[in-house]
C-alpha cells in the first residue's frame, strides 16, 4: 500500500458521512478536513466540540455512537500549541473519524464531553493530568495518573523527558 | 448518569456509612489498583477506583526513542498480552511507513496473537476463579500457560517481554520443530478447555457468585466505553478482528462469541468460547501456512540478515545507519486498533517526518473498561466487587502506562 497524497480538500471529502453532516449544520464550525492513509480527520472549533460529537452520536445514516478515544499532541513551540484528538467509532457502520480541536498555549480550555459520553471521564482526566488542559464541565476534573501534588504537566514538549531535578 | 457522581467527599461518609480502603497491595485487585469503597454494612453504596501507581511515563520515553526502539517498551505495558501490543505498534508504524508486509510474517503475527490471547485468558481464568475461591483452577490454567510461554521462549527467546515482531516483518525465522510443537499444544489444548469448564460452567457456587452479578446493559457498556468480551458479554456483537481486519484476519474463519446477560458469568462464558475459537485460529495458520520471506523488502527500515551484513558492504551500510540514527516516517499520523484480549487497543502515532516518533499514545482498553466498575458494583455486596473486578480482566500496567 504504497503512499497518497493527503487530500485536504473540503468539497472532495463531502461524501465522507461524518463530513457531511458536521458541514450540513449550522452550529458546528468546521476548520477544515484531512484524509490520510485511510483516516479521515476533521478540525473543528473549540467552541463546537460538544455540538459536534452530539451530531455524529445521533447521525441516523451512520450513528459514530462509541467514544475510542480522547488525547492530545503538543506542538510546542508553534502556535496554536495544542491539538484535542477524538477518535470515534460507529460500531453499526464500522467507520472511524477523527476529531481535532486546535488550542492556544496559554490556558487551553474546551468544552467536555462527559455528559455526552461517561467514557470520556478518564480520557479527559488523563489529558488534563498530562497535558494540563482544562475540560469546563467536566464532573471531576483531578489528577488521574500523577501524584495530587504533582507539579506541571509531563507530556507537554517543554518538559524534560528525565524531569526536573 | 447516578454513577458518574465525583467522590469529592469520601474522607466524610454520610451517617450509617464508612470509608473502606481495598489495596493498591490486595491480592484480588491484580496488581495494584486501589479501591476506595463507601459501604454501608455489606453494602456497597459508592465505589471509586483510583489509579496511576504503575505510571511510568512509557508515551513520554517513546518520544525519546527511534521509532524501532519503542517496539521493548510496548511490551511493558501489558505484560499479559506482550506480542499484542508489539503488533498494534508495529502496525501503526507500518501504515505510516506505507510498508507491504509479506503474507508469512503476517499469518506468523496472527499465529502469535492468537497464542497470546490464550495465554492470556488462562492468566483471567486462573485468578478470576482464584478470587471466587475455586483454587484448583488456578493450577491447571497455569500448566497450560506454562507451555505456551515455552512456545514464546522458542521463538523469541523471551518468555514474557518478546518483542518479536519488528517493523516490517519479524525478528527471526521460527526455529525448527516450532510448528510441531504448537501442533501438538493445540491437540491437545480443547480437552483441557473442557477440564476448565466441567469445574465451573455447572457448578452451583460458581453460578451463585456470578450469575446476575455486576450486570450491565449494552447502553451503559458503549457508553462508558468498554470494548472487548466485556462488550460481547453485554450482547454488543463487535470484534475489530472481522470488522475492522487488520494483519490478514479476514482469511480466517472464526465465531464471535456473544451472550446477552452482560453479567459476570456472561463474560466468563465469552472469554471460555474465546479460548476455543483462539485454538482454532492457530490450527489454520498452522494450516494455511504461506512460504517465503518473513520481513518485507525495504533496506532502509528492516535490518539485514546476519549474514549479509558480513559479507555484503551495502548490508552493512544500511545496520549502520538503521541502528546510528534511525529511519525517518514520513509525516502524518495513525490511529491503529487492534482487538486485544481486553479490548481495543489503540495506538496513535504521530509523525514530524523524524526518526523518532513526535507522539506515541496507547489507548488502554483496561482504562476504559474500568470505569464501567462504579456502574457494576453500586448497590451490591462487597464480595461481589471483587468478582467484577476479576470479569473486567484488568492489567494495570496498561492502565497506569
New interface residues.
Partial sequence: ???VP?VTDLDKLKGHPAVARLLASNSVTVEGAKF??D?M?VYVHRSSIREACALLREDPGCPF?????V?C??WYPQEPRFEV?Y?LLS?PN?E?V?LKVRLPGDSPALESI?PL???????ER?VFD?FGIRFNGH??LR?????ENWEGH??RKD?P?EGYR | ?G??????SLEVGQDRTMILNMGPQHPSTHGVLRVILEIDGENVVRIMPD??YL?T?I???C??KFYQQVVPLTDRIDYLCPLTNNLCYVLAVE????L?IPPKAQWMRVLMNELTRINSHLVWLGTHALDIGAMSVFLYCFREREDILRLFEMVSGQRMMTSYFRIGGLALEPPLGFFDRVRDFIARFPSKVDEYENLLTGNPIWMMRTKGVARITAEDA????ASGPTLRGSG?D?DLRR??PYSGYENFKFKVPVSQDGDVFARYLCRVQELRESNAIVQQALDGMPEGPIKADAPKVVLPDREKMKTQMEALIYHFKIITEGFAV?E????Q?VESPRG?M?Y?V?SDGTAKP??V?M?SAC??N??LLPAMCEGRLIADVVAAIGSIDIVLGEI??
Fill in positions: 500500500m504504497p503512499l493527503a490520510d492513509r483516516e480527520t455512537n462509541y467514544l475510542s478515544d488525547t499532541v503538543d484528538v477518535h460500531i464500522k472511524r477523527r462527559t459520553w461517561p467514557a470520556a471521564n478518564y480520557f488523563e498530562l464532573p471531576y489528577r488521574l495518573l500523577m501524584p509531563p507530556l518538559y523527558v | 448518569m454513577h458518574l457522581n465525583p467522590i469529592a489509579i496511576g505510571h511515563g508515551e513520554k520515553t518520544e525519546a501504515k505510516l511507513l506505507g507491504e458503549i457508553a462508558l466505553g454488543v463487535i470488522d475492522m514520513p502524518g499520523e495513525v490511529y486498533a481495543e489503540g496513535y504521530v513526535y507522539r499514545h489507548r482504562l476504559a474500568l470505569q497506569d502506562r
